[in-house]
T-cell receptor
Framework: NAGVTQTPKFQVLKTGQSMTLQCAQDMNHNSMYWYRQDPGMGLRLIYYSASEGTTDKGEVPNGYNVSRLNKREFSLRLESAAPSQTSVYFC???????????????FGNGTRLTVT | KQEVTQIPAALSVPEGENLVLNCSFTDSAIYNLQWFRQDPGKGLTSLLLIQSSQREQTSGRLNASLDKSSGRSTLYIAASQPGDSATYLCAVNNQGGSEKLVFGKGMKLTVNP
């Protein structure tokens, strides 16, 4: 999906290993999000960043950390991966200013993570 | 707590049919509602966004309506084509200054040639 680049596309980890999922955007949007998508559970928000330098917890933040490195980049880190973190992870962005939420979300193509 | 439901979970139709996809939500205090399309192995693509003050939005063969008081939205697809086959998701943005969208689990549509 144009505008939002996620790396890597696929990853297999062993329990206890760590890794960082990268997300970069070229649309100069303020808000960035990390979601996970699981069968039967739908999309759930992990963390989000409303602007550079700020981050907030979403619905399922446990086991994850994030960094909003600059306006373009928002990374998601798994410090000690667990099988329950096997999922598809999506980064999304939105051109939103405080108080105005009427902008669509734009998604990346996802990172497919398997933890064995 | 806001809950978003899409029924049925899957639908298979012959090409050419006009389709209505349903989305219901439990809390009518929403800021907006969005419809997305997801192709296998891909991210979500935004189709339409309806603000709480609007009743409908149109884009090409797609028309989305919003009835906030009854907690329902429909996505109408005219003259369906095999290329419309995908999973369709709706999501609501609650009022109160929330950045968070609540997603339905999606409806998998198959349009057969």
């Amino acid at each position: 999906n144009a505008g939002v680049t996620q790396t890597p596309k696929f990853q297999v980890l062993k329990t206890g290993q760590s890794m960082t999922l990268q997300c970069a955007q070229d649309m100069n949007h303020n808000s960035m999000y990390w979601y996970r998508q699981d069968p039967g559970m739908g999309l759930r928000l992990i963390y989000y960043s409303a602007s550079e330098g700020t981050t907030d917890k979403g619905e399922v933040p446990n086991g994850y950390n994030v960094s909003r490195l600059n306006k373009r980049e928002f990374s998601l880190r798994l410090e000690s991966a667990a099988p329950s973190q096997t999922s598809v992870y999506f980064c999304a962005i939105k051109r939103a200013n405080r108080g105005n939420y009427n902008s669509p979300l734009h998604f990346g193509n996802g990172t497919r993570l398997t933890v064995t | 707590k806001q809950e978003v439901t899409q029924i049925p979970a899957a639908l298979s139709v012959p090409e050419g049919e006009n389709l209505v996809l349903n989305c219901s939500f439990t809390d009518s205090a929403i800021y907006n509602l969005q419809w997305f399309r997801q192709d296998p192995g891909k991210g979500l693509t935004s189709l339409l966004l309806i603000q709480s003050s609007q009743r409908e939005q149109t884009s090409g063969r797609l028309n989305a309506s919003l009835d906030k008081s009854s907690g329902r939205s429909t996505l109408y697809i005219a003259a369906s084509q095999p290329g419309d086959s995908a999973t369709y998701l709706c999501a609501v943005n609650n009022q109160g200054g929330s950045e968070k969208l609540v997603f339905g689990k999606g409806m998998k549509l198959t349009v057969n040639p």
